[in-house]
Each structure stands twice: as structure tokens, then as C-alpha cells.
């Protein structure tokens, strides 16, 4: 896993579960997810890709028959000066018997269907509602 900066995170569950942060149930694991750390707004946009990234992998793992007894993601980015995001990179980590070709599969279709990654891919219109 790559080296982070302030702003990274790191999500782990199953076999790859390690370190200190904040435990988050998960439906595809009984220990939960272990995040961290999650102390200011960057790290939190960031952990919501890593989240979900480590969700789908247990989801499509399932769907395609890709045993997964841990997954880890990282997710990282910078900002600029008036604090616009330079971009989000994550990286994935598994722990699986499967074949590396089954592996890279499953790698691929996560990143196609990720939510919250297709969402900022996609660029999200945020703004404050009025009362």
C-alpha cells in the first residue's frame, strides 16, 4: 500500500483488519471495517471512496464466485490552495486464494461500478440549501 498524506485513509476488514481507528459495522464482514483516521473533512471524502470500494469488492467478489477473506483500500488525494480537490487515488489490497487474472477481474469491475467513485467522477453539484 502506498505511503499517505495527511489527508489519506485506510479501510481494512477480514484477514487485513489491522492497526487503530474507528470501527464501522459492515454487512459482508462480523468484525467490521476499520477506519482510519477520520479527524478532519478531507480524510472523511476520502475514506467515503475507500468505503466503498472495500463494500464492492466484497459485493462483486460474491457475485463472481472470487473467494475474499480480507480487503484493504487506501485513498489519498491533495487539494490546491483554495482547497479544490487535485483528485482522489485509491489502492486495493486483497487476501484471496483466487487466481491473479481472477483477482484483476474483480479489481476491474469494482472500479467500474463503485458508487461514490462514479459519483465524483462524475462531479458532484454540492451546495448549501436555503431555509
Known sequence: MADLSPFGVRAGAG??????????PHVWTEEGVLAAPATNGAQVLH???ALCVL??????ARRLAVPVEGVAVTAD????DLWVSKGIGY????DSSADPARI???????DEVAE??????A????????P
Open 77 to 80: 488525494g491533495a487539494f490546491d
Open 123 to 130: 462531479g458532484a453539484d454540492v451546495r448549501r440549501r436555503e
Open 104 to 110: 484483476g477481474l474483480l479489481l476491474e469491475v469494482v
Open 55 to 60: 463494500n464492492d469488492v466484497y459485493r462483486e
Open 91 to 94: 489502492d486495493v489490497e486483497i
Open 116 to 121: 461514490i467513485p462514479r459519483a465524483l467522477r
Open 15 to 24: 484477514t487485513l483488519r489491522e492497526g487503530e481507528g474507528v470501527v464501522l
Open 47 to 49: 475514506l467515503a471512496v
